[in-house]
């Protein structure tokens, strides 16, 4: 019961309220950890050796274990920008899916993006519940939101939490979202989601701006970033096709990036642009679209000579988003990062490896996963052991963790943390009796 020795330490010494009151007046960074020493008491969450870290050994102090918001996932923005590297974004649809994420990042040492589409949102809360005003697809995501949260302490890295495209139309889901961060923040000082994204892409650029505008003035108030869109992304992904765009959409000019820059920045610097620069959503044959990871640099020599004094000193001021990377070649993706890109999705290539993980051990198996009772051993042998769900899943687990190790390679997201190595569970009890031989 090391738990319950922890407690009982903490509030020998000093009542929590105490202890997280003198962290507010101490500093930024104290307060954090309080805080999240707070959540983690509140929800009865163990909070030991790792996950208690304060922070990590390479990255700024005020970056922490467990979802981080505000100058905290900023500080680590800035730091992607600064080392050269970006933080795989994954969408998620279950709480597998999550933790093969989670399980990816620490053992990559490294952060990660965990986000949700409206579509994965509805999904996470149930197929069958009625979806009306978006109901199903905000409580979906609000339950894979403390999903994380729980979780992403227990694995020790840092996590931003964030919500895919949301077009003109799912706007309501976006707000739903809104206000349970507000109420979150009026509660524990953060919101619950670190970051939103807003695709207006399909609206004029000016009515794109100025509703970005209103929600980042909203997002500012509670330490949330706003993701924009600019310019379209090609392909097809959840539900929404811009396969047959006009190829001049496909591609931002730097005069657009500049004017979504000139018109956020003195709302907030907390916002990143997803611009177009030829990526298309899924995998298509190659020598459809053309990826020109060159429009930005040029965007941001040309957004920096327009800020002339004001210009950060590496002269990219702009942080880049990277949609439709799957398929794409390693050399694009890692000059894409050289001017300024700090997140890339990924979705179709871990669709696939979720799914691949589950047909192998079809395969593998299949002689066993014809029926209940009977395989090649007897037609008494019960199958149990090879139906039980936990095994295909966890099979599908492990092939996902094995895809992402090379996205965190590609995006050079690798010993980013400092942790080292991660250790050995030791209080796993090996594998279940009658579990399947490794
Ligand atoms: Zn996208």
Redesign the pocket.
């Known amino acids: 019961m090391k738990f319950g020795i922890a407690l009982f330490a903490t509030f020998g010494l000093v009542s929590g309220a105490d202890a997280f009151s003198s962290g507010v007046k101490q500093s930024a960074r104290v307060a954090s950890v309080s805080l999240q020493e707070k959540i983690a008491e509140e929800l009865a969450i163990p909070c030991e050796e790792e996950c208690a870290l304060e922070s990590f050994p390479n990255l700024p102090p005020s970056v922490h274990p467990g979802v981080v918001t505000g100058q905290a996932m900023v500080d680590l923005l800035n730091h992607a920008k600064e080392n050269g590297y970006a933080i795989p974004a994954v969408n998620c649809v279950s709480s597998s899916g999550i933790n093969a994420c989670l399980e990816a990042a620490r053992k990559n040492d490294a952060p990660i993006i965990i986000q949700f589409s409206s579509g994965g949102s509805q999904f996470y809360g149930g197929k069958a519940l009625d979806n009306k005003n978006y109901a199903a697809a905000i409580a979906g995501a609000v339950s894979g939101a403390f999903h994380v949260r729980t979780m992403a302490e227990q694995y020790g890295v840092p996590v931003i939490l964030h919500t895919?495209?949301c077009a003109k139309k799912l706007l309501p889901w976006v707000d739903g979202l809104l206000a349970a961060s507000e109420r979150y923040y009026a509660k524990h000082g953060e919101p619950l989601f670190s970051s939103h994204m807003i695709d207006l892409s399909e609206e004029p650029i000016e009515e794109n701006i100025e509703i970005c505008k209103e929600y980042l003035t909203r997002f500012a108030k509670i330490g949330m970033l706003l993701e924009m869109e600019l310019g379209i992304?090609g392909g097809e992904?959840d539900g929404v096709n811009n396969e047959d765009v006009a190829l001049d959409d496909l591609y931002s000019k730097p005069e657009e990036i500049f004017q979504v820059y000139d018109a956020l920045t003195p709302i907030s610097d907390m916002f990143t642009v997803?611009a177009a620069f030829g990526n298309v959503?899924g995998v298509y044959s190659p020598g459809n679209v053309k990826l020109e990871p060159k429009i930005l640099t040029r965007a941001q020599a040309y957004i920096s000579e327009k800020l002339g004094d004001k210009s950060p000193a590496d002269k990219k001021p702009v942080k880049f988003v990277f949609?439709?990377g799957s398929g794409s070649d390693v050399s694009d993706i890692q000059e894409a990062i050289s001017y300024g890109v700090i997140k890339m999705?990924i979705d179709t290539d871990t669709q696939w490896s979720y799914w691949e993980g589950i047909k192998n051990f079809e395969e593998k198996y299949h002689d066993y996963l014809q029926g209940q009772i009977g395989n090649p051993e007897g037609p008494e042998k019960p199958n149990k052991k090879y139906y039980d769900p936990r095994e295909c899943m966890r099979a599908a687990e492990v092939n996902t963790v094995k895809r992402l190790d090379k996205c965190f390679a590609d995006l050079k997201c690798v010993n980013v943390l400092g942790l080292g190595s991660a250790k050995e569970a030791e209080n796993v009890l090996g594998p279940r009796r009658g579990g399947l031989p490794v």
Do not use: K, P, Y
């Open positions: 895919d495209h992304t992904e997803a959503h949609h439709g999705n």
